[in-house]
């Protein structure tokens, strides 16, 4: 069973930046695909990133795209997140998720079937 747990979240001020981890535990790690996901407070969840298995295949959401870069450490059993230009809107819990039945990008959010707690970004001046 994987297990995610996110860390670096907090408050930042706008225009800067944010560098989310993501700790995995469990046997399957680098077999699957991974994803970041977020939920502003009052709003949805909403689709970040998405990072395959081999870390060769990226994709931003189209409301972030050009300011963040996802990626993987297979070895360290890590998926980051580096989010720039920060904004207030940017403000929300981030999720770290695992599909576990695709090692390449899934075609639906739906695929996503693990998930960490949170990790909050306050951003804020």
């Known amino acids: 069973q994987v297990q995610l747990v996110e860390s670096g979240g907090g408050l930042v001020r706008p225009g800067g930046s944010v560098r989310l981890s993501c700790t995995a535990s469990?046997?399957?790690?680098?077999?699957?695909?991974k994803g970041w996901f977020r939920q502003a407070p009052g709003k949805e969840r909403e689709f970040v990133a998405a990072?395959?298995?081999?870390?060769?295949?990226?994709y931003n959401s189209d409301s972030m795209r050009g300011r963040l870069i996802i990626s993987r450490d297979n070895a360290k059993n890590t998926v980051s997140l580096e989010i720039y230009s920060l904004k207030p809107e940017d403000t929300a819990v981030y999720y770290c998720?695992?599909?576990?039945?695709?090692?390449?990008?899934?075609?639906?959010?739906?695929?996503?079937?693990?998930w960490g707690q949170g990790t909050l970004v306050t951003v804020s001046s």
């Open positions: 469990g046997p399957t790690f680098s077999d699957n695909a």
């Open positions: 990072i395959s298995r081999s870390g060769v295949k990226k």
């Open positions: 998720v695992a599909a576990r039945d695709y090692a390449d990008i899934p075609p639906s959010a739906r695929s996503y079937d693990v």
